[in-house]
């Protein structure tokens, strides 16, 4: 929605023919017949006889002004309401990372952060509209799973069956997943990436990578998912669950960086969620909301989304005052 404005305002400067209209018009009446007698000279036998000013004309001459006037703000096109994309497309192009690393199937919410991490998924595809996405698997390395596409029905399913055996390399590497993200966006104008994880940006390179998506147009989004105080990770051993140790059979405990994670999103534009519980609407609210004005931005920038000119019903009451105008010349 924007505010009342002229996209040519130029012509706001036939507004001044206004009074000239009704100046001209003035004259030709019996009291200001000799002035223009006086002022022309030549052919003044035939001005300076008296002309008629009854109500009529009185009244044609204002709608005759009235209508210069109309015409005047038509052509300097205003323009308010809503904004209109010139290319018919309302869609997003959107990247979706998912941490696949085994560290995701730690219960600090409900029932763990993988499954969370799905379930956003799967509602955001489920009631996304007009959108291209791709999935990007990460963990310790990524992969563009699945390329820009419409059928998020596909993208949903494969996500569903998504684990840590996607990814050859275990570990966390953000900068990874963020160089696929830029590549599965490539050919597009803008865009955005949004990056579901538990992990941590430890040496910076994720902060690198995100300010260069930045300067490219492309935001990133991150959504932490698991609490601060951490979990550990269940294991499957021998048949039985048990929890993963370290080299010294010390158990691993694991905790999201909402640190180093809220400093990637604000290098690359987007914004930081924290899900701290079993939601499922992040993803989708994040869509309609930060990435939504992102894109919205982009798109007028690039003059994809421009307002919506009002000029037509103002040409046609123009013409409707002309009308009038004329038949009230007549009825003289």
Excluded at 42 to 66: D, T, W, Y
């Amino acid at each position: 929605m924007i505010a009342f404005a002229f996209a040519d305002p130029f012509w706001l400067g036939l507004l001044a023919l206004v009074p000239a209209w009704l100046w001209v018009d003035a004259m030709r009446t019996s009291q200001g017949a000799g002035a223009v007698v006086d002022w022309i000279g030549a052919r003044r036998e035939r001005l300076s006889s008296p002309l008629p000013a009854p109500k009529q004309m009185r009244n044609g001459r204002v709608a005759g002004a009235v209508g210069v006037a109309l015409l005047a703000l038509a052509l300097a096109r205003p323009q308010w309401g809503e904004m209109v994309r010139r290319s018919g497309e309302s869609g997003a192009d959107l990247v979706i990372c998912l941490d696949v690393s085994r560290s995701m199937r730690a219960r600090d919410v409900a029932p763990d952060r993988a499954t969370v991490a799905r379930r956003m998924l799967h509602r955001f595809c489920a009631e996304s509209v007009g959108d291209r996405a791709a999935l990007v698997l990460f963990a310790g390395e990524a992969m563009v799973r699945v390329p820009l596409t419409t059928d998020l029905v596909t993208l949903n399913q494969i996500g569903a069956a998504a684990d840590e055996l996607d990814v050859a390399k275990g570990g966390m590497d953000l900068a990874a997943a963020l160089d696929a993200a830029a590549l599965a966006l490539v050919g597009t104008e803008g865009g955005a990436v949004v990056v579901l994880t538990d992990g941590e940006d430890r040496d910076g390179r994720g902060l690198a990578a995100a300010q260069h998506m930045r300067a490219s147009g492309i935001a990133v989004h991150v959504v932490a998912i698991g609490t601060e105080r951490g979990a550990r990770i269940p294991v499957v051993e021998q048949g039985r669950e048990d929890y993963l140790r370290d080299a010294k059979g010390l158990l691993v405990e694991t905790a999201p960086d909402h640190a180093t994670l809220e400093a990637l999103a604000a290098a690359g534009g987007g914004s930081f969620e924290a899900v701290l519980g079993g939601e499922q609407d992040t993803l989708l609210q994040l869509r309609r909301g930060s990435i939504a004005d992102g894109i919205e931005s982009g798109a007028v920038a690039r003059g994809d989304l421009a307002p919506a000119d009002r000029f037509a019903p103002l040409l046609a009451l123009a013409a409707g005052v002309w009308l009038v105008c004329l038949l009230l010349r007549r009825a003289v």
